[in-house]
């Protein structure tokens, strides 16, 4: 370890209320940090997602990474919610916010009090349910439909009560054959509450997160998914985890937008490692 430390923030996203939502750990000054170092950092953080933001290029954007504890992902919503707020709340950056990714450049404007995110649609395609993963959600005999966008996958189910009572064998989960690249399963069904529209939650045992408490990435799958059944180009979004959040989410053709607000929880330093 060396001594020149480096600055983190621990951010939940999705929510505006402390300790709910998806929390993310956000590392800053981290040029020349290795990739085998990033992991070990975002092994020692143990949230689904520890992101990396470089200093600003040339251009004016910033280099973003995003891990979870077990592999580097190519998207993250929250992730880059939380990187975003932490630029523009904590250290007085200007925006809009551009990063260049793995998913190309991802801008964040703020809007209203909230961040919105312009992220690429991925849009699924029906296909037939992967062998054994309607019994791995505990879903049994329900009638669900499965679709993939290449990220993110589908299970489309009728109700909310169906999303809420899925207790997924993570194990048996975690075995079954998903389609190549996809990161993880949205379980998704209309909502019953007024003025919200879809509901979902999202698992990923394959990338080493059982359950993502809110998952942006799932959002640009489930955007013009619900769109294209509801008829509507905004919505109202809820991921109904155990510690929830919420989100308003937009279809624009070959992007979506996702609005949510995020809380700093917490801000330190910690060892650089070599």
Not at 78 to 104: D, I, N, Q
Not at 166 to 189: I, K, Q, S
């Amino acid at each position: 370890m060396t001594g020149r430390k480096i600055p983190y923030y621990t951010v939940d996203a999705f929510t505006d209320t402390p300790f709910a939502g998806n929390p993310a750990a956000v590392c800053l000054e981290i040029d020349g940090l290795s990739d085998m170092a990033m992991a070990r950092i975002a092994g020692e953080m143990n949230l689904s997602e520890t992101a990396f933001v470089y200093r600003p290029g040339d251009d004016g954007s910033r280099g973003l990474r995003w891990f979870t504890p077990a592999v580097e992902v190519p998207l993250c919503g929250h992730a880059t919610l939380a990187s975003a707020h932490v630029l523009l709340r904590e250290r007085g950056a200007t925006g809009p916010v551009r990063f260049g990714s793995l998913s190309g450049i991802l801008t964040v404007h703020e809007e209203g009090g909230r961040l919105r995110l312009d992220f690429p649609a991925n849009p699924a395609v029906e296909a037939p349910i992967p062998t054994g993963l309607a019994d791995a959600l505990g879903l049994g005999a329900a009638d669900a439909a499965f679709a993939s966008s290449g990220k993110v996958a589908l299970v489309v189910v009728a109700s909310e009560g169906e999303v809420l009572s899925v207790r997924p064998d993570f194990g048996a989960l975690g075995r079954v054959a998903l389609p190549d690249g996809v990161m993880g399963v949205a379980v998704t069904a209309p909502g019953d509450d007024a003025g919200v529209d879809f509901v979902s939650r999202f698992f990923a045992p394959w990338v080493g997160v059982d359950e993502d408490p809110v998952t942006g990435v799932a959002h640009t799958t489930l955007t013009p998914w619900w769109s294209a059944v509801l008829g509507k180009r905004e919505m109202e979004a809820r991921q109904r985890s155990a510690r929830g959040g919420a989100l308003t989410v937009r279809e624009r053709g070959d992007r979506v937008e996702l609005l949510g607000h995020a809380v700093t929880v917490a801000a330190g330093r910690m060892a650089r490692p070599e």
